[in-house]
């Protein structure tokens, strides 16, 4: 069986991790992603670090299965062979600073006025129009302004989510949007010009604190661990030092907590701890009692009685214990990956479908396909090396 998006084309004038992500999910779905990159080194973020054999860990996520095509897209023979890729795309979708694009004469409008079936993407921190349009968006950057530090991290401090959050969320909604454009350009031949911003994606994936806020016009508490409304829940000590994440959705399971895990029957039917309201308002001592109970208990033993008593609960895990995971391990959710410098480990994207496998390409090095696909654009040997030499082009 094909993948969803074999025989599609995308073009991509990307960088970071917004645009690159999106264009990713497109190549594991089969699409064609021809990754426009600088001369001069390329995507920044192949510098970020160098934890994977030399490789930025963020490059090497977000890359693979893309051809590298390194342009000075600011030069006339640059601009040139960039505007003769997008002539031949379905899709083309750039991240640039804002204002960029349009300066190159690639604005939407321009665009699809010559390729009216094309689906254009514009990508930025806050958007093409209003009062911020100009600003600089790094993912914290949005993070803050979009409310999410301010919900995020303990009582007594702020913080930021562990991994790129505004970039993530942007970059799932470009896929999305460019997913839904497609199906509409199937049925009517019609392209489409979409646009998201890092903001408004955070702003939707706020839900729950925003609408609180909206209609309380309180501030929703940093809780850490804990949930603002619910008790017990929140990660608890176990004999060997590890901690388990306990969950008690509703009052029933308070009851299986005490009588069949903890073993204190007692507090079931304590009037200060017998419903959610009750254990909310007599927190501290909830957690205290519990524990109490959890530490006595390693955490294989604390898993199995809670997993037998219908109690949700989860290991605090490592980094390195997600990696061992044995629930990934047990499904076969790892596969090999080329890289310039050898196979890699990575894990599979989340959509499984069942008659066909992602295709999980290689991750390119910088301008690595640059002469095979002005090749392909009917450039000879001796125009490839002249652009070359101009600085138009980097083709290693």
């Given at each position: 069986?094909?993948?969803?998006?074999?025989?599609?084309t995308?073009?991509?004038?990307?960088?970071?991790?917004a645009?690159?992500?999106?264009?990713?999910?497109?190549?594991?779905?089969g699409a064609?992603?021809?990754?426009?990159?600088?001369?001069?080194?390329g995507?920044?973020?192949?510098?970020?670090?160098?934890?994977v054999?030399?490789?930025?860990s963020?490059f090497v996520?977000?890359?693979?299965?893309?051809e590298s095509?390194?342009?000075?897209?600011?030069?006339?023979?640059g601009?040139?062979?960039?505007?003769?890729?997008?002539?031949r795309?379905?899709?083309?979708?750039?991240n640039?600073?804002p204002?960029?694009?349009?300066?190159?004469?690639l604005?939407?409008?321009?665009?699809r006025?010559?390729?009216?079936?094309?689906?254009?993407?514009?990508?930025?921190?806050y958007?093409?129009?209003g009062?911020?349009?100009?600003?600089?968006?790094?993912?914290?950057?949005?993070?803050?302004e979009?409310?999410?530090?301010?919900?995020t991290?303990?009582?007594?401090?702020?913080?930021?989510?562990g991994?790129?959050t505004?970039?993530?969320a942007?970059?799932m909604?470009?896929?999305?949007?460019?997913?839904a454009?497609?199906?509409?350009?199937?049925r009517t031949?019609?392209?489409?010009?979409?646009?998201?911003?890092?903001?408004?994606?955070?702003?939707?994936?706020?839900?729950?604190?925003?609408?609180?806020?909206?209609?309380?016009g309180?501030q929703?508490?940093?809780?850490?661990?804990?949930?603002?409304?619910?008790?017990?829940?929140?990660?608890?000590?176990?004999?060997d030092?590890s901690?388990?994440l306990?969950g008690?959705?509703n009052d029933?399971?308070?009851v299986?907590?005490?009588t069949?895990?903890?073993?204190?029957?007692?507090?079931a039917?304590?009037?200060?701890?017998?419903?959610?309201?009750?254990?909310?308002?007599?927190?501290e001592?909830?957690?205290?009692?519990?524990?109490?109970?959890?530490?006595?208990?390693?955490?294989?033993?604390?898993?199995r009685?809670?997993?037998?008593?219908?109690?949700?609960?989860?290991?605090?895990?490592?980094?390195?214990?997600?990696i061992?995971?044995?629930?990934?391990?047990?499904?076969?959710?790892?596969?090999?990956?080329p890289?310039?410098?050898?196979?890699?480990?990575a894990?599979?994207?989340?959509?499984?479908?069942?008659?066909?496998?992602?295709?999980?390409?290689?991750?390119?090095a910088?301008?690595?396909?640059?002469?095979?696909?002005?090749?392909?654009?009917?450039?000879?040997?001796a125009?490839i090396?002249?652009?070359?030499k101009?600085?138009?082009?980097?083709a290693?």
């Amino acid at each position: 069986m094909t993948l969803p998006l074999e025989g599609c084309t995308v073009v991509s004038l990307e960088q970071a991790v917004a645009a690159p992500l999106a264009t990713r999910h497109l190549a594991d779905m089969g699409a064609r992603v021809l990754k426009i990159e600088r001369v001069d080194g390329g995507d920044f973020a192949r510098a970020y670090d160098s934890s994977v054999r030399g490789m930025g860990s963020h490059f090497v996520w977000l890359n693979r299965g893309k051809e590298s095509v390194a342009l000075d897209v600011k030069s006339e023979d640059g601009l040139a062979v960039l505007r003769a890729l997008i002539g031949r795309a379905d899709v083309f979708l750039q991240n640039l600073a804002p204002g960029a694009a349009a300066r190159l004469g690639l604005s939407a409008p321009d665009l699809r006025a010559g390729h009216p079936g094309l689906i254009v993407v514009d990508m930025s921190g806050y958007g093409a129009s209003g009062p911020y349009r100009d600003k600089r968006a790094y993912d914290l950057l949005v993070q803050a302004e979009g409310g999410l530090v301010s919900i995020t991290g303990t009582p007594e401090a702020p913080a930021k989510t562990g991994i790129p959050t505004a970039d993530i969320a942007a970059g799932m909604y470009a896929y999305s949007g460019v997913l839904a454009a497609l199906v509409r350009r199937g049925r009517t031949g019609e392209g489409a010009q979409i646009e998201v911003s890092m903001l408004d994606a955070v702003a939707e994936w706020m839900g729950h604190p925003l609408y609180l806020a909206a209609h309380t016009g309180e501030q929703p508490p940093r809780a850490g661990l804990s949930h603002p409304v619910i008790a017990p829940y929140d990660a608890y000590p176990a004999a060997d030092g590890s901690e388990v994440l306990i969950g008690i959705q509703n009052d029933r399971g308070w009851v299986r907590l005490v009588t069949e895990v903890l073993g204190r029957p007692e507090l079931a039917d304590d009037p200060e701890f017998a419903t959610n309201v009750a254990r909310v308002r007599n927190r501290e001592r909830v957690d205290a009692a519990v524990a109490e109970g959890t530490k006595a208990l390693s955490a294989e033993d604390l898993i199995r009685r809670l997993d037998a008593a219908g109690i949700a609960a989860a290991r605090l895990n490592t980094v390195r214990q997600l990696i061992e995971h044995p629930q990934l391990s047990e499904r076969d959710r790892w596969r090999t990956v080329p890289t310039p410098v050898g196979p890699i480990e990575a894990i599979l994207p989340p959509a499984t479908f069942a008659d066909v496998e992602s295709r999980m390409g290689a991750v390119p090095a910088h301008g690595e396909h640059t002469a095979a696909v002005l090749a392909e654009l009917g450039y000879g040997e001796a125009d490839i090396a002249a652009l070359g030499k101009r600085g138009a082009i980097f083709a290693p």
